[in-house]
């Protein structure tokens, strides 16, 4: 069993994590499964990854349908939990980094009922074939087909594109940083499309937005003007640039303490969307 758990934990707290957006989920449904494996006969686990994924999807949809409610009374938008990824290879690291979707596609995932996230993820991010995942879900093939048309469409995915999101460069991020440091107004509202949308996730614990942000001007009022996260730090914040969920994210901090995780969904060169996660409780492993 330890040998099995140091061979899968990160592919199983992938698929949770994507499954529940989540990572203290994730890690709790992962301790669960492999607890639960010890009980297991030797012969049932002679295909391990497809019984412990089955175990994992199983404790995810269940914990889905009391997310669901919780959520119903959350303050403001809700938006994943963000998770750092080093940029050290370990080989834990690189499954997670490989099998990870962008933040910008778990916040869609939000769109889906329980079982099509499912199939979203086992197919898309984790390469299963529909007879694979047929059988996890104890559904039928064409059954599984359609919950994955069903979950591109309320995505506004087409069969041809790909899960993976425009990436956002280095530079690029950088030269957004500087132009809000400075206060540039012109060069931040050049950088972003007309209809950008901001959403800011604090759970009803910080000062956030409890409505989505839209249009150029007042995104960059959010971001430069008095509504936005800097004026209550009186200019003490400071930016870092790092890894999250695989890709290039921004850090936020007044001091000591994080005070958001932001990502930014390029459209063509300029920012699409933004998203602030700034509930303390998402932003332990930040």
């Known amino acids: 069993m330890e040998e099995l758990y140091n061979q899968y934990k990160a592919l199983m707290f992938t698929l949770a994590y994507q499954l529940t957006g989540s990572a203290a989920d994730a890690e709790d449904v992962v301790q669960d499964v492999f607890f639960k494996a010890l009980d297991v006969h030797p012969e049932r686990l002679e295909e391990p990854k497809a019984y412990l994924c089955k175990m994992v999807t199983n404790r995810c949809l269940n914990l889905q349908k009391s997310a669901r409610k919780r959520r119903e009374v959350y303050v403001g938008p809700w938006l994943p939990e ?46 299963f074939d529909y007879p694979e995942i047929s059988e996890l879900l104890g559904k039928q093939e064409t059954n599984c087909r359609k919950l994955m048309s069903r979950a591109r469409s309320k995505m506004e995915i087409s069969e041809e594109e790909t899960v993976a999101a425009e990436a956002v460069e280095l530079e ?18 050049s950088l972003l499309t007309e209809d950008v949308m901001l959403v800011t996730d604090g759970g009803g614990k910080v000062i956030a937005s409890t409505r989505p942000v839209q249009t150029r001007d007042r995104v960059a009022q959010f971001l430069l003007g008095y509504k936005g996260i800097a004026s209550y730090y009186q200019g003490s914040l400071h930016f870092e640039i790092v890894s999250l969920n695989g890709e290039i994210g921004i850090v936020l901090r007044a001091g000591d303490e994080t005070v958001a995780a932001i990502f930014i969904q390029p459209l063509h060169g300029k920012c699409d969307r933004v998203y602030i996660v700034r509930n303390p409780d998402k932003l332990t492993r930040v």
């Open 82 to 127: 963000p998770i750092r990824t080093p940029k050290e290879d370990t080989l834990e690291v690189t499954v997670v980094r490989r099998d990870l979707l962008s933040y910008a596609m778990l916040v869609l995932l939000e769109r889906l009922t329980p079982t099509e996230r499912v199939v979203f993820v086992l197919r898309e991010a984790l390469g």
């Open 172 to 189: 690029w991020v950088s030269r957004f940083l500087t132009s809000l440091e400075q206060g540039n107004v012109d060069h931040v509202l």
